[in-house]
């Protein structure tokens, strides 16, 4: 059910929200209704739409003639909307910073508003991350969906979209290659986790994301937000556009996460391996936090206070 009515959700008064809290579709939305409410520099709009017919929000901070956007995206897996409420405090504290005039690890916001324009997906995959918190029951199919997950009625490892398919391996990179291992590893149809699709990009939520970046956007970076290891990967088959080495060694000093490289079938069909082998450009996937999947809505501060410099800073470091 949808409500436009966000005080059910939000202790408006708070500059500052608190990000806490499971991070379903609804809240999410409120929380950007919000957010238009209070700030009006901030865009709102719509990347697509998901499977079940979910909108899934664009917001658009800075100048729209900046010379270079910068795209952060979050939740590309269901049981990984922490990284959600991650990108909802920063745009929280970027607006409140901008509308003071005030600076923040020595960055000026007004200025950082004006050169760079960042275009934030928060919730790439809605319908995954309600199945999650909600279960079978927030999909119009909850029984071909239970078949999915083993028979079982208990969705908290739910990584996939509402048919099952592992966004993060649905974008046209190695596909072929992918195909094989997850055969070899029993994966034959949707699930929870690491099923590919039956082709590259057949997901509305990848289809749009890619369309975006190939026809629509100058964006000269990508930093996807996953959960877990406090781990950046920045390379795919051991391709490295020009200027990722060095952003991702100060994205790792900024953070403390350490720089890894991909191994066995993560290394396939992500969104970074796509946006490296067809764009060419510094994109990062970050692995936020440590600790077993999903990690719990209390531990979105200490996560937080660990990317908040590097979600600042990244834009200026290209
Ligand atoms: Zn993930």
Redesign the pocket.
């Known amino acids: 059910m949808q409500t436009n009515n966000e005080k059910h959700f939000w202790d408006e008064s708070r500059t500052l929200l608190d990000f806490s809290v499971p991070m379903d579709y609804e809240r999410m939305m409120s929380c950007l209704d919000l957010f238009i409410k209070r700030y009006p520099f901030l865009s709102v709009t719509s990347a697509g739409t998901s499977l079940y017919g979910k909108t899934i929000p664009m917001i658009r901070l800075g100048d729209e003639s900046a010379k270079s956007t910068v795209l952060y995206v979050g939740a590309?897996?269901g049981m990984?909307w922490l990284t959600t409420s991650l990108l909802l405090r920063f745009i929280n504290e970027y607006c409140e910073y901008y509308k003071n005039g005030k600076r923040v690890f020595s960055i000026n916001i007004g200025n950082l508003f004006r050169s760079h324009l960042l275009c934030i997906i928060p919730m790439l995959n809605p319908d995954g991350v309600d199945i999650e918190i909600h279960g079978a029951d927030a999909s119009p199919i909850p029984d071909r969906l239970k078949m999915m997950n083993g028979g079982e009625a208990d969705f908290t490892h739910w990584?996939a979209n509402g048919r099952g398919v592992d966004l993060?391996h649905n974008y046209n990179a190695g596909f072929e290659a992918y195909k094989i291992l997850e055969k070899g590893a029993g994966i034959l149809g949707g699930g929870p986790t690491r099923y590919s699709g039956e082709y590259p990009e057949s997901e509305p939520e990848v289809g749009m994301l890619v369309n975006y970046l190939r026809f629509d956007a100058s964006v000269e970076m990508i930093l996807t937000l996953?959960?877990q290891g406090e781990e950046i990967y920045y390379t795919t088959g051991g391709k490295c556009p020009p200027k990722s080495k060095n952003i991702a060694r100060l994205l790792s000093q900024l953070s403390g996460y350490a720089l890894s490289e991909p191994e066995g079938m993560a290394s396939y069909g992500g969104l970074i391996d796509w946006a490296i082998e067809t764009l060419g450009i510094p994109s990062f996937t970050v692995e936020c936090g440590k600790g077993e999947n999903p990690l719990p809505a209390s531990s979105f501060f200490p996560v937080y206070t660990a990317v908040r410099e590097m979600l600042f800073t990244a834009p200026i470091l290209l």
């Open positions: 590309h897996h990984e990584q993060n996953h959960t």
